[in-house]
């Protein structure tokens, strides 16, 4: 192979691809699952950045993003809705089997890549670690014995000053041993036009990355390491608030008219916080298999270490309102044992135990000029009266007021977390007939987190008076374990040898957890919130949320046709999803709770073909419908029942990808080349469904042209979103001092040239 455009990336999938996601190695078309695999081939070829990006090609997976967050990736429309500390998300992140849940840690780049495995539906049975939406599962290329000394090496150059060079190199030591080094390293300007005076254009970002890699194999015992290091400082999420509509209207008013410079696709912040995405990532790996004829016993040990530090203009205008800031440390272990049946017959099985231990140690912080909250409190306490600022607020009052040093409320915030849990499983699968098996899976899961919250008095006259309302004079902490039993039933049926049907019901379970920004009511009613220098025997805990559950159906079909010259995967699902953990605002702090449920159907499909000896043709599209209900405790309209039947809002309701490739053979090697479209239908308004909020259907096309040479060298030159389309990675209807706002702006048109080598 040339390079990883010399083969087209989803001509793979017609010549097998192998996955492992149900704990064995097997065929992706033999997999009875809703499940995408995009090979490292692939994944290089596109130029994926990181680990969300996964979601443009994979139907019924929405929501990327441009920052180290993961709460906005949606799986069927199920999505994380709390961007704290003390839950987890609802689509769970998997790297050498090295589960990445916590925003800042989980999202790593995309090099080396043998392939990534997504699947849709709640996988928690396979995964485990609250994967009620889905799992994303990417799996680097393994150290290689045998052969001789291989590696490769690329080099990217496009527009805003883009370097981006990446390489490995396996040595192999005999037939049974040998290590992989591979390497990573990314620059780029910013694209994202600030429009505030003296800033730079931001969305920029410089990373790098280095992974050792051995593999020991000698007749039943295999062994692999990893050790990984990624060092990453790049921008947190950039937002341009929403400057029309009610919201708008009131914000204006208040602080005595605010105007945002540039047109609605520019930003104007101020940036007073800073503006990083910053972090140090170290991951350990080890794992064993001993065949012991009758199966195979496996060990997955993992470890990860990270800090993170991250500051946005939360507040999307060029005032000093809010400006977010976490500053955040935390490990995780994993230790997993698995058997698995190697024995011939109509019975199969495998089962196995789990524990993970994960500490967690966050400061927030949330800080303003205290002249804006108060001219926008005034105004909205007092009937539309317009103050200039504190000081004329408190003299309204018939108080005096001091202001702070520089002027600014500033309000923090602690948390500790000292997680843990166990879970054990088992899975039976027995054919009934040559061609028809039954499975039936079970799961017992346990989580326990020790959560400590601590929330000092604001050095401010205004003390805490936004963000959380009241403040601590010790940490206030609670425990809380949840557990839950969980099964999946699944049939297949493969009339022929390339042909199957496949039914399946799964529950899933999502962990509860901890808010990190509020506390729950004391045993009289009251809540925190109005109270300054809480102590644990005032009564007052942490705010508590419990799990979500899911109850989901799914009817499949994958064929082989045109004697193999294309694959089609079809899936329906409809699902049930209960109790909803939702941030919602309780007197300025930001609570969870378990609201509501979800009634959601719809349809995923793919199509793989060949349509010529020269052209490959990869068509995915998704399809949901959702209804959500019992929303009242979280509406922001005035009538409570406004929200009733809201779709999950964040998800569209159409989302597809097409890849065409082409390969033609000339003198000295080939002409390559690629046209990849990806779309997303209409989302966004939230709950109350507001027009301002509205995210229009976006479309976006890459176009890459090489020269393959048949001396194992290439070169490439590429257009990304070649049309030049512009969209939003999301939105947030908000509401009182902070308008409704969108984020993440798309990068623009990008030209570049590719050049690169392999040898053997």
């Not at 007052?540 to 004697?563: A, C, M, Q, R």
């Amino acid at each position: 192979m040339a390079s990883a455009v010399s083969v087209p990336a989803w001509s793979q999938t017609l010549e097998e691809v192998i996955v492992t996601a149900t704990k064995r190695s097997e065929s992706v078309q033999d997999v009875p699952l809703a499940i995408t695999a995009l090979s490292g081939n692939f994944i290089n070829q596109v130029n994926m950045n990181d680990i969300k990006d996964l979601v443009a090609f994979t139907p019924g997976v929405t929501g990327n993003s441009q920052d180290s967050f993961i709460d906005a990736i949606s799986v069927r429309g199920i999505r994380t809705q709390d961007f704290g500390v003390g839950g987890d998300p609802s689509s769970a992140f998997f790297k050498n089997d090295l589960y990445e849940g916590r925003n800042g840690s989980a999202v790593t780049s995309l090099y080396d890549i043998e392939r990534a495995e997504i699947l849709r539906g709640p996988q928690g049975f396979l995964f485990g670690r609250n994967s009620i939406g889905g799992a994303f599962s990417v799996h680097t290329k393994r150290a290689e014995t045998g052969t001789d000394i291989s590696g490769y090496v690329e080099l990217d150059i496009a527009e805003r000053e883009r370097r981006a060079i990446e390489g490995a190199i396996n040595i192999p030591f005999g037939d049974h041993f040998a290590y992989r080094l591979a390497g990573y390293y990314s620059t780029e300007d910013g694209f994202a036009d600030n429009k505030f005076p003296g800033s730079d254009d931001l969305i920029e970002h410089d990373k790098w990355a280095l992974r050792w890699s051995t593999l020991y194999e000698k007749e039943r015992l295999s062994v692999r390491t990893e050790v990984e290091y990624e060092d990453r400082e790049q921008s947190g999420s950039v937002y341009r608030a929403v400057d029309r509509g009610d919201i708008w209207d009131a914000f204006d008013t208040a602080l005595g008219g605010v105007e945002l410079r540039g047109s609605d696709e520019d930003i104007d912040s101020d940036l007073t916080g800073g503006d990083n995405d910053d972090a140090t990532i170290l991951t350990l790996g080890l794992h064993v298999d001993y065949d012991f004829e009758f199966a195979t016993l496996s060990s997955n040990t993992g470890y990860k270490d990270h800090d993170y530090y991250y500051n946005e203009d939360y507040d999307g205008t060029p005032l000093d309102i809010n400006n977010y800031g976490q500053d955040q440390t935390g490990d995780y272990f994993q230790q997993e044992l698995r058997l698995t049946s190697n024995t011939d017959g109509p019975l199969s099985w495998y089962a196995g135990a789990s524990y993970y231990k994960e500490t967690i140690d966050t400061k927030f912080s949330f800080s303003g000029r205290e002249d804006f909250f108060c001219q926008y409190y005034g105004y909205y306490y007092n009937y539309g009266a317009t103050f200039s600022g504190c000081a004329d607020l408190y003299a309204y009052y018939g108080s005096p007021f001091s202001s702070s040093e520089d002027g600014r409320l500033v309000e923090t915030g602690r948390i500790k977390g000292d997680y843990s849990g166990w879970a054990t499983y088992v899975n039976v699968d027995y054919f009934i007939t040559e061609s028809f098996d039954i499975e039936l899976g079970l799961r017992y899961t346990e989580d326990k987190k020790d959560f400590s919250i601590f929330v000092p008095t604001p050095e401010s006259d205004l003390g805490p008076y936004w963000a959380y309302g009241f403040s601590t004079a010790e940490f206030i902490s609670d425990s809380e374990t949840w557990d839950d039993l969980t099964m999946r039933v699944l049939a297949k049926w493969r009339p022929t040898d390339n042909r199957m049907f496949f039914a399946s019901y799964t529950e899933g379970f999502k962990s509860g957890g901890f808010g990190s920004f509020n506390l729950a009511n004391n045993a009289e009613g009251e809540p925190a919130v109005g109270n300054v220098g809480i102590v644990q025997s005032d009564g007052f805990t942490p705010n508590i949320f419990d799990p979500e559950t899911v109850d989901s159906w799914e009817l499949g079909y994958k064929d082989s046709l045109f004697d193999g010259r294309a694959n089609v995967d079809l899936t329906a699902f409809y699902y049930e999803y209960e109790d909803l953990q939702v941030v919602t605002f309780d007197g300025g702090a930001s609570l969870v709770k378990n609201v509501g449920q979800v009634e959601a159907w719809g349809v995923e499909g793919s199509i793989t073909g060949r349509l010529t000896d020269n052209f490959d043709l990869y068509l995915a599209a998704g399809y949901l419908d959702s209804e959500a209900t019992e929303l009242q405790a979280i509406c922001g309209l005035e009538d409570p029942d406004g929200c009733e039947g809201s779709s999950l809002f964040w998800a569209p309701e159409w989302s597809a990808a097409a890849v065409l490739n082409a390969n033609f053979p000339v003198s000295g090697g080939a002409i390559t080349g690629s046209l990849e479209i990806s779309y997303e239908d209409e989302r966004g308004g939230g709950w109350e469904n507001l027009s301002v909020t509205k995210i229009d259907s976006y479309a976006e096309s890459n176009l890459r042209i090489a020269f393959e040479s048949d001396d194992n060298w290439f070169l490439e030159a590429y257009v990304e979103n070649l049309t030049d389309e512009f969209s939003w990675d999301g939105q947030n209807n908000n509401g009182g001092i902070l308008p409704a706002q969108f984020f993440g702006p798309k990068r623009p048109r990008t030209i570049g040239l590719r050049l690169g080598a392999t040898w053997n």
